[in-house]
């Protein structure tokens, strides 16, 4: 081995620290992912070094087919891999492989337990990488040279994965990265030829690239050994290049952990070849997990895109809208220039049609996932609902698809479960029915329990109900489904439609004019608190109730822009009151003014609070409900 000079021992970031110890203590039943992990790193690099040589040449140094090594030292208790690909500086090994650079990984390590069994599943959420060398291993070595740098400025990264590694500047004279895992005792049956060869076979067959192992050749008693002759072990096709018929289903959950550095197999794809005016392949995977990052602003997300085979970019976000952004995958284009940069990307026409073909794709893929595999479709929904939510603002040309595919809370479950569609809500609708009804709130125990939804309990009409911080400015943005109208149940001046009969209606209005008295002393009595007094029709049980004018901010909206600090439009409610309540019938007989004023104060504060919405001055209802109180056990 060459001198080692300007040697230093460097601590791992905390996360990796963490990382590690989940690794080694979660990873143990699935140890052999290791390699698989080291040769989707491998090819990575091999792809980045030909993406960068079509600008440069000379990195290639005079070519040598691009490919992976694996080979192994029964007796030293080694696997090697080796790769000529872009390799790294001395800085790249101290970054790439001391720290963790994605976004919100401090926080994300902040959710662990403590407990093993709790946090194993955690990892896949994270991915695994470089780090699961140190499942197998209890000391890595890798010899690596950034492509284009002299042979003097190689790196050797050393650890034990216990805390902190060493790092020198050696001598490599071929570009590329070599690791070196020295087997922990008990992990030799990894040294082996058979083994590597049906892990490669069986994570990595669709490696583009050439994955070679030594031949196996019988020592012949007297000979000198022979050279090593090496042969390839996998299919080394780019995958969505073959015909889809021809393609497993394993092959395409392996590939999917390459491209997304996922742990976890996909929960569903979508591979087409497209021909005629553009020519593009692409291959899109739904991941069954949400990441830990999704909601992170700079969270990697889009697509990885190369050009006739050649990779390209990493994370092209210009495929798909942002709601979109859990989406995994490649595009393999025949149109774009193999120099296209982000900001070409961002302006090109072609790019404009081939995003929304693209997004048909990811809703038909849901959509029939949704239709034949619904209760993967729950677990879809729970990991990216929120974000689905997002659909119908960004994508105004799907809005209808989108509206399909969303799932809701209703009265006819019981648990809050977002399981209902709106197809589903439409099929069973009462006949005569041509609206759908939903309520917003800030819980779902607040909701199901709104004195809103009396009278559709009465009537038996189902209502949607929504309680995700998104869903006012979502439903702000959706007008109709299938034709019909949404209506906010607790706004203006509900009209059930066909679904009241004549007599109800003839009925209502009788009422109301005999109230009329009662509807004047009510809007003295509360004043500016209200924007209009009324007889309700959607109530059987309470005795009041608060709507919210036609064309004002709802209570969720209103928290949300006063939370980020903005001025919120002032809004009074309309205070509606059930007729057929004793308590208003009481007050409606009550002679004293003063005892007229209390109640109705009362009654408009309990109504505030049903809705779930603060009282402007609690002290204030506490002292009027104490006053009745005092006088009811005289
Ligand atoms: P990921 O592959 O998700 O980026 P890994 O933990 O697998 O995460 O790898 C960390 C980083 O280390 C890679 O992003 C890359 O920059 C660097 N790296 C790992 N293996 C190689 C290699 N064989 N050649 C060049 N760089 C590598
Ligand atoms: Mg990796």
Do not use: C
Request: aromatic share 8%; glycine share 6%.
């Amino acid at each position: 081995m060459s001198v080692e000079t300007q040697k230093e021992t460097l601590g791992f970031q905390t996360e990796v620290k963490q990382l590690l110890h989940l690794m080694i203590h979660s990873l143990y039943s699935n140890k052999e992912i290791f390699l698989r992990e080291l040769i989707s790193n491998a090819s990575d690099a091999v792809d980045k070094l030909r993406f960068e040589a079509l600008a440069k040449p000379e990195l290639l140094e005079g070519g040598a087919e691009l490919k992976i090594r694996v080979s192994f030292d029964k007796d030293a208790k080694t696997v090697t891999l080796e790769d000529n690909g872009i390799g790294m500086s001395r800085e790249d090994a101290v970054t790439h492989l001391g720290t963790i650079a994605k976004s919100g990984t401090a926080d994300f390590m902040k959710h662990l337990s403590g407990d093993q069994k709790k946090d194993s599943h955690l990892i896949g959420q994270f991915g695994v990488g470089f780090y699961s060398a140190f499942i197998v291993a209890d000391k890595v070595d890798v010899f690596s040279r950034r492509a284009g740098l002299a042979a003097s400025e190689g790196v050797h990264w050393s650890s034990k994965g216990e805390g902190e590694f060493e790092i020198a500047t050696v001598e490599k004279a071929d570009r590329g990265t070599r690791i070196v895992l020295h087997l922990k005792s008990g992990e030799d049956e990894f040294a082996d030829g058979w083994r590597l060869r049906n892990i490669i076979k069986k994570y990595s067959d669709h490696i583009a690239l050439p994955i070679e192992l030594p031949k196996e050749v019988a020592a012949v008693e007297g000979e000198e050994k022979p050279a090593v002759e090496w042969e390839t072990v996998n299919r080394a096709s780019a995958l969505w290049t073959r015909p889809r018929t021809e393609v497993k289903d394993e092959e395409y959950q392996e590939f999917y952990k390459h491209v997304a550095h996922d742990f976890e197999n996909p929960l569903s794809w979508s591979h087409n070849k497209v021909e005629g005016k553009l020519e593009y392949t692409s291959l899109l995977y739904v991941p069954t997990r949400a990441p830990f990052d999704l909601y992170q602003r700079e969270a990697p997300k889009g697509l990885k895109l190369y050009v006739q085979r050649v990779f390209v970019m990493d994370q092209a976000e210009s495929f798909l809208p942002l709601y979109l952004r859990f989406i995994k995958g490649v595009v393999d284009s025949n149109d774009l220039s193999l120099n296209v940069s982000r900001e070409i990307l961002q302006k090109d026409p072609i790019i404009d049609s081939m995003k929304s073909a693209l997004t048909k794709r990811v809703l038909d893929m849901l959509e029939k996932l949704a239709k034949n595999e619904p209760e993967q479709y729950k677990g879809f929904w729970k990991n990216f609902g929120q974000v689905m939510k997002e659909g119908p603002a960004e994508d105004f040309a799907n809005k209808e698809k989108i509206a399909g595919l969303l799932r809701f809370a209703s009265t006819q479950g019981d648990d809050g479960e977002q399981v209902v569609g709106l197809a589903d809500y439409l099929a069973r609708a009462k006949e005569g029915q041509d609206k759908i009804y939903y309520l917003t709130g800030e819980t779902y125990a607040q909701v199901k329990n709104s004195p809103h939804l009396e009278v559709f309990r009465k009537k038996g009409i189902e209502v949607l109900l929504l309680t995700d911080r998104i869903d006012e400015w979502l439903m702000s943005y959706l007008n109709d489904f299938d034709g019909k109208s949404f209506v906010d149940v607790a706004r203006g001046d509900l009209d059930l439609g066909n679904l009241d009969s004549e007599e109800d209606k003839k009925a209502a209005e009788e009422v109301a004019k005999s109230k009329e008295g009662l509807v004047e002393r009510l809007k003295t009595a509360l004043g500016e608190s209200v924007a209009e007094v009324r007889v309700s029709h959607r109530l059987t049980d309470s005795p009041a109730i608060l709507a919210i004018g036609e064309q004002d901010l709802g209570l969720q909206m209103r928290q949300i822009l006063e939370a980020s600090g903005q001025k919120v439009p002032d809004s009074k409610p309309i205070f509606e009151f059930n007729p057929a309540h004793p308590l208003i019938e009481k007050l409606d007989n009550e002679q004293s003014d003063e005892r007229f004023g209390d109640l109705s104060h009362i009654l408009f504060d309990q109504a505030a609070l049903a809705a779930g919405d603060s009282l402007k001055d609690p002290a204030a209802y506490v002292r009027r409900l104490n006053k009745l109180l005092v006088e009811l056990s005289v």
